[in-house]
């Protein structure tokens, strides 16, 4: 039952980190490949809109970080639940912190799967936002 938690929890984290990365990836692809004069885009491009776009990507990847640190403590509070569950004086005590357990585990996943596409669809905005600033 463990090794079916363990695995279970280590595929969410995994399939987490490949859609940000894919995410990511689609989002700052087309800038790699374009000039910003050939996208519109002013002379500024190189310049202040660097930087802010520089701030922008800092900022989300502290908040990424913040998150990966939630993310462990989740995982800390979720093994002590774990080893609480062989404390249990019966099997219906055991089959409710295991309940609360996976309960827990898909609350934070849904948590942090919500939390990673708004800040995702923020930083998007905010990009979008500077490039029409930028080419009006």
């Not at 491009?45 to 990424?64: A, P």
């Not at 913040?66 to 995982?75: C, H, I, K, N, V």
């Not at 998007?124 to 936002?129: A, K, M, R, S």
């Amino acid at each position: 039952m463990l090794d079916q938690l363990f695995e279970l929890s280590r595929k969410a984290a995994e399939s987490s980190l490949q859609s940000q990365q894919a995410m990511f990836k689609h989002l700052t692809q087309d800038w790699a490949s374009t000039s910003p004069a050939s996208a519109g885009l002013s002379a500024d491009f190189g310049g202040s809109m660097r930087k802010r776009l520089t701030e922008l990507t800092m900022e989300s990847l502290n908040r990424h970080r913040e998150s990966l640190d939630a993310t462990y403590r989740a995982g800390l509070q979720t093994m002590e639940k774990i080893l609480r569950v062989s404390e249990a004086k019966s099997s219906e005590d055991s089959i409710r912190a295991i309940e609360d357990i996976w309960r827990s585990l898909f609350e934070t996943v849904k948590g942090q799967s919500d939390a990673q596409l708004r800040e995702i669809q923020s930083w998007g905005e905010q990009v979008l936002d500077m490039t029409q600033k930028s080419g009006a």
